[in-house]
C-alpha cells in the first residue's frame, strides 16, 4: 500500500502519553521518539480547532507558559510487535519430550516461527512451515509443513541415551477429507552436541521458557514438558502429578486475564504479554456451546500474533502536573523539530468532585480506540475512493512506522480480525492537523463552543466506563462527538440512567452507539471488540468467538444484543457515503409547539444547503424508526432523503444482495426531538456530518442557528413537559 504513495512527509519525531485525561494536581507523562539526531522543542498547547482543513473552522491552538517548555535531547525509542507467554522457574531435563497442541495460521511463511523457546534450545516450525528443534544452532525439522488452521498434536523428544531427536506431527481430521489426506509424521534424527550438563542436576540451566516469543502466528493449546522420553501411548496416559512432569500448562484456565496456570505439582504459573486473544475455541470445540464461561474446556487455546501490540512501552521524557488553573478542555504538547511537528493530545476534566459548567462535552475515545492508526482512507475503496498521492504527515508517519500497531479495522498478518486495540503507542489520528474524522472532526464542535462562548467541561469515554452514572448527575446536559459509534454496557448504563433522571443528551453525530466494547482495569488504555453477527464490519468474528474475553459479554451490535440506538437517542444507522453532503428539510414536526425553540430565528423550510462537504447531512447518517424503538411521541423535525447515490445503505438493513437506489426510503437522515422522564430530553442530528456544517459562512447559517437554540434550550433549568 505504501509503495504507491509519497512518504516524504513521514515525521522525525513522534510521541503520545500516558494517561490520556487528568484531573487538576495529577500527573502525565509524555514518550517521545526521534527519528534523526538532535533536539527538539515542546509547547503546551490549549487545542482550540485540530482540523487542518479551513472549511471545518481551520486550525488553532493557544500557546501556554508551562514548566514543560523547552528543548530536549531526542533519542529512538524501538517497539517490539508480536505476543508471547511466559514461565519461569523451569529447566531442560537432560532427555525430555514436549508436547503442545498447534493450530498454524501462517505456515511456510518464509521465516522460522517459535513454538517454545530457552536460553539453549528452540521447538518451533521452519521456514516451510514444519516442525523443527534448533539445538545451539543447529536446526532440523520433519520436512513436511504442518496443515493450515488445522489443529496437528507436536512431540518433540531428546533422548540422551539413544543420541537421537524425534519429532512427530499428529494433524487432527475434522472431516472424511482431512482424514484421507492428513498423516501422521515422525522423524527420528541422530543427536547433535549440546551444551555441557550441570552435573550436579543433571539439567540445561535455564531461567524459564517463553511460547509462541512474538514470532508465531496461530494458536497453542496445552503445552507441555516431560522428564524423559514418552511415545503418543504414554504422553496419552500421564496425568499432572506424575513425578516425571516438569510442567503441564493449561491456557482454559484464567481466560479472562493475563495469566495461566501450571496443573503440576510445581505451580509454575504462567503469564501472557502483549495481548494475544483468548476466549478463542480450541481442539476440543464441538461447536455446540459459543460462550467459553459455559465450557472452558473447549476453549484452551490461545491465538498468538506475531503483531499483537499492547504497549509500546517507551520511557517517559517529561511529565506535566495538571496546575489548578488549567480549565477543562483539549491540550496538547507540541513537538517541532526543524520543519517537523507532532501533538501529543491530552485532555483535562474539572478538579475532583466539582464541575466547571453544566455542559459535558463527552470524547469519544472508545471510537478514537476503535480507529486509532487505521488506514482506511489510505487504500483505494468504493467508499473512499483513491487514496491522496502525498499523505498528510501523520499518515505519512504511520505508514513509515507499521510497528505503531494496528486499528479494530485491520487484520493482523495471518488474516484474523484485531481484537484489542490500545492507545499506549503513538496513535497517528489522535492529533491535529489531521483528515477530518474522529478527534479532528470532534473539535469543530469544541471549537463551535468556544466561538460561541457555551462554557463546556471535558470527560472521557473510559472516564464513563470507570466512573459510571456517577460521572454525568452533576451535568445538565451531555454532548457526543460526531462519531460516538463504540460503547461499553457500563457506559451506555450510565446514560440510560441520566436520562431516566431528567438529563438532556445532544447527540451531535452519526452511526453512534452502535457496537458494544468491553475494556479491563488491569490494562487501561485498552479496548476489545467482537464483531459478532451482522453489521458493517471490517472483519468477522470467527465462530465460537463472539464473546467478549474480558467481561464475557456477547459482542456485536447493540442493535442485535436487544438495545438499539433508537431506543437511546431517537435515530439509527441507516447508509454511509462519503463522497457528497446534503441539507435538510423541515417537516410538519418542526412547527409543534415542543420543538418551536429549535426553529427561532430560521425562517426558510429548507436549511444547510453549504458546499459540497460541508452540508449537514453525510458520511454516515441516522434514521427514525419506530419498528427499532425510536419513541412513538418523538418529533421529526428535520429529514434528508434526496442522498447522493454513493450513499449506501447499512448491511444489517437488508438480508440478500440488493441493488442500491436512490429511491431507497430507509437511505435518509433524520433530525429528532423528544422528552424524557423527569424533564429531560433528547435532541438527535443523526450525521457525522453535522459538525462540519458549524463554520460555514464564519457561523452564520441554520445549522449553527438551531444548535445553538438546542445547547440553549437544553442547558436551561426549565423541566421539559411530558407531552
Known amino acids: 500500500m505504501s509503495s504507491d504513495l509519497d512518504l516524504r512527509n513521514a515525521k522525525s519525531v513522534v510521541g503520545y502519553c500516558e494517561p490520556l485525561s487528568a484531573r487538576p494536581g495529577s500527573r502525565v507523562r509524555f514518550m517521545v521518539s526521534c527519528y534523526e539526531a538532535g533536539s527538539y522543542d515542546a509547547q503546551l498547547v490549549r487545542t482550540v480547532c485540530g482540523d487542518v482543513y479551513p472549511m471545518g473552522g481551520g486550525f488553532e491552538e493557544i500557546e501556554l507558559d508551562s514548566p514543560i517548555n523547552g528543548s530536549y535531547d531526542g533519542r529512538e525509542q524501538s517497539i517490539e510487535i508480536g505476543s508471547w507467554a511466559e514461565v519461569g522457574g523451569v529447566s531442560i531435563p537432560e532427555s525430555f519430550t514436549f508436547e503442545a497442541w498447534v493450530f498454524p495460521t501462517t505456515p511456510g511463511a518464509g521465516r522460522r516461527q517459535t513454538l517454545v523457546s530457552t536460553d ?25 509443513a504442518l496443515p493450515e488452521r488445522r489443529w496437528t498434536r507436536v512431540a518433540v523428544s531428546r533422548d540422551l541415551e539413544a543420541s537421537t531427536v524425534t519429532l512427530i506431527q499428529e494433524p487432527q481430521a475434522r472431516s472424511p477429507g482431512d482424514r484421507l489426506s492428513l498423516r501422521r509424521i515422525e522423524v527420528v534424527v541422530p543427536l547433535l552436541p549440546i551444551v555441557p550438563l550441570d552435573p550436579a542436576n543433571g539439567v540445561l540451566p535455564s531461567p524459564g521458557l517463553r511460547f509462541a516469543d512474538r514470532t508465531f502466528n496461530g494458536r497453542l493449546e496445552a503445552p507441555r514438558l516431560i522428564r524423559g522420553v514418552l511415545d503418543s501411548d504414554g504422553l496419552d496416559a500421564l496425568s499432572p502429578d506424575d513425578s516425571r512432569v516438569v510442567g503441564w500448562w493449561d491456557f482454559s484456565r484464567g481466560i479472562a486475564t493475563d495469566g495461566f496456570e501450571d496443573l503440576s505439582p510445581h505451580g509454575r504459573h504462567g503469564v501472557l504479554h502483549n495481548l494475544p486473544t483468548r476466549a478463542v475455541p480450541g481442539r476440543r470445540w464441538t461447536g455446540e456451546i459459543h460462550d467459553w464461561k459455559q465450557a472452558p474446556e473447549q476453549y484452551g487455546a490461545v491465538h498468538f500474533h506475531d503483531d499483537d501490540l499492547a504497549d509500546a512501552e ?25 520543519r517537523h511537528e507532532d501533538h501529543i493530545q491530552f485532555f483535562v476534566r474539572p478538579p475532583r468532585g466539582e464541575i466547571t459548567a453544566n455542559l459535558l462535552f463527552l470524547v469519544p475515545t472508545a471510537t478514537y480506540l476503535a ?112 462519531h460516538p459509534e463504540y460503547w461499553s454496557t457500563r457506559m451506555l448504563d450510565a446514560l440510560e440512567s441520566r436520562l431516566e433522571e431528567g438529563g438532556r443528551l445532544l447527540y451531535m453525530g452519526g452511526n453512534g452507539f452502535y457496537w458494544r466494547v468491553a475494556f479491563d482495569r488491569d490494562h487501561e488504555g485498552v479496548m476489545e471488540v467482537r464483531r459478532a453477527e451482522d453489521g458493517t464490519r471490517a472483519w ?32 439509527g444507522f441507516a447508509a454511509q457515503g462519503f463522497g457528497h453532503t446534503v441539507g435538510f428539510e423541515r417537516t410538519e414536526a418542526s412547527d409543534d409547539p415542543r420543538a418551536a425553540f429549535l426553529f427561532d430565528g430560521v425562517n426558510e423550510r429548507r436549511f444547510g444547503d453549504h458546499r459540497r462537504l460541508d452540508s449537514p447531512s453525510g458520511e454516515e447518517i441516522d434514521r427514525f424508526d419506530i419498528r427499532l424503538g425510536s419513541p412513538p411521541h418523538a418529533l421529526v423535525v428535520a429529514t434528508a432523503t434526496d442522498q447522493p447515490a454513493e450513499m449506501l445503505k447499512t448491511k444489517e438493513e437488508f438480508h440478500e444482495t440488493e441493488i ?48 445553538r437554540n438546542a445547547v440553549d434550550r437544553f442547558l436551561h433549568p426549565e423541566p421539559f413537559r411530558r407531552p
Open 371 to 482: 480507529y486509532a492508526n487505521h488506514t482506511i482512507h489510505l487504500r483505494p475503496s468504493h467508499l473512499t475512493g483513491e487514496p491522496p498521492a502525498e499523505p498528510l504527515p501523520n499518515d505519512a508517519t504511520l505508514l513509515s512506522h507499521p510497528e505503531f500497531g494496528l486499528s479494530h479495522y485491520d487484520y493482523h498478518r495471518d488474516g484474523s480480525g484485531v481484537v484489542f486495540s490500545s492507545r499506549r503507542r503513538p496513535v497517528m489520528n489522535l492529533k491535529s492537523k489531521n483528515v477530518p474524522w474522529g478527534f479532528a472532526a470532534d473539535t469543530r464542535l469544541t471549537a463551535w463552543l468556544e466561538r460561541e462562548g457555551i462554557a463546556y467541561d471535558i470527560a472521557t469515554d473510559e472516564d464513563l466506563d470507570e466512573e459510571g452514572s456517577e460521572l454525568l448527575s452533576r451535568y445538565r446536559a451531555v454532548m457526543t462527538g460526531t
Open 120 to 144: 539453549e534450545l528452540t521447538i518451533g516450525l521452519s521456514e516451510e512451515g514444519s516442525l523443527s528443534i534448533d539445538l545451539d544452532g543447529s536446526p532440523v525439522d520433519t520436512g513436511v
Open 540 to 571: 468477522l468474528a470467527e465462530p465460537g468467538e463472539s464473546y467478549h474475553q474480558w467481561g464475557g459479554e456477547y459482542g456485536g451490535l447493540w442493535r442485535r444484543i436487544g438495545r438499539p440506538p433508537n431506543l437511546l437517542c431517537g435515530v
Open 660 to 707: 442500491a437506489t436512490a429511491a431507497d426510503p430507509q437511505v435518509r437522515n433524520d433530525v429528532v426531538f423528544f422528552e424524557c422522564p423527569n424533564g429531560g430530553a433528547v435532541f438527535s442530528t443523526g450525521s457525522i456530518n453535522w459538525g462540519a456544517a458549524l463554520a460555514t459562512d464564519g457561523g452564520k447559517n441554520d445549522v449553527a442557528r438551531i444548535t
Open 314 to 338: 517507551w520511557d517517559s521524557d517529561f511529565e506535566l502536573t495538571i496546575p489548578d488553573h488549567l480549565e477543562s478542555g483539549i491540550y496538547a504538547v507540541r513537538l517541532r523539530r526543524g
